[in-house]
């Protein structure tokens, strides 16, 4: 199988020209050439020879995945992307709109071992994590859709299938993809990493001082309720992801975002609220509250008679709050429904 030519930052990519006996800076067409909106072909590539176009044929895919399926939401225009990798894997990714701001919704596996009850790639199981390459291409085709419109993706939250922070080093050299002016010239501050609380890695991106937001997956005020819904809470427990979470605040000096899926009956009470309230009153952070989206399984979205006093009791305690209304709902696009169905 040929190579993604996606997984090589470009100085990897200098290398291999170097060794074809080309010039180094041939390296840097084709980075201009393939990003930020892909090509079809290495024979688009114009201003390099044609005996190193053969080569790069040889050696190089340039089209990372195929879209398979485009679904347009008919209520947000969030539009979503089923993408059939080169070994047949289905991904899906999504673009979100708000305003002015252009958000692509990032898979970084195929699949997921977390099984969280609310969530319907947890359905999948896990398959495989996905290459740097592939979740760059991801937004390579996110850009090429966009830029029928004249615009291009402007923020980054890797939210979409898989835990990324469980496949660290890729995560980390799409990061920086991400955020290279030279590349896609994404701010840090546009991009997010959401994880279920996988402590180690979370300690990795201090420790490497990798300035990406923080989302913490957090969905319950105990560890009984936690447990139940978030198998992972057993290894890494409430108060290990309340230690990181403070830690990573002050070290990286940015605020926490903690996600709270709103499940009725199960975490959505007076008590859950007051209980969240003291895990939360000594953290820098915000607090997405988040109606759990429409699944397969036998859990009930809390009503807006629920939310609403939950959230004010959040709210007066002087935490930072939002219900956070999913985009792409009916297409299958919003927080926890991505399971790669074409349908």
Known sequence: ?????????LEELQEKIIEFGEKKYRAKQIFDAIFPCGINSIYDIKNIPQNLQIKLDEKFEFVAAKIVKTKV???????????????????ESVILYA??????????QVGCALNCAFCETAKMGFKRNLSSGEILYQLVVANNYLKNFGEKITNIVFM???EALSNFDNFEKAFFA???????????????VSTAGVIPSIKKLIERKIPVDLAISLNA?????????????????????LEISKEYAKEGDRKVMFEYVMISGKN??????????????NIPCKLNLIPLNDCTNALVCSSEAQIEPFTKIIYDAGIRVMVRRSGGKDIGGACGQLAGNLT
Not at 1 to 9: H, P, R, S, V
Not at 221 to 229: S, V
Not at 271 to 281: R, T
């Open 1 to 9: 199988m040929k190579q993604n030519i996606y997984d090589l930052n």
């Open 73 to 91: 939401s008919a209520i947000d225009n969030s539009v979503k992307f089923a993408l059939k990798l080169l070994d047949d894997s289905i991904i």
């Open 99 to 108: 305003k002015d701001r252009r958000t692509l919704c990032l898979s970084s």
């Open 160 to 162: 979409g299938m898989g």
């Open 178 to 192: 991400i955020h290279d002016q030279k590349i896609f010239g994404i701010g840090t501050r546009k991009i997010t």
């Open 221 to 241: 005020a105990t560890d009984k309720i936690r447990d139940e819904i978030m198998p992972i809470n057993k290894k890494y427990p409430i108060s290990q992801l």
């Open 268 to 281: 959505d009470g007076e008590n859950d609220a007051k209980q969240l309230v003291k895990l939360l009153k």
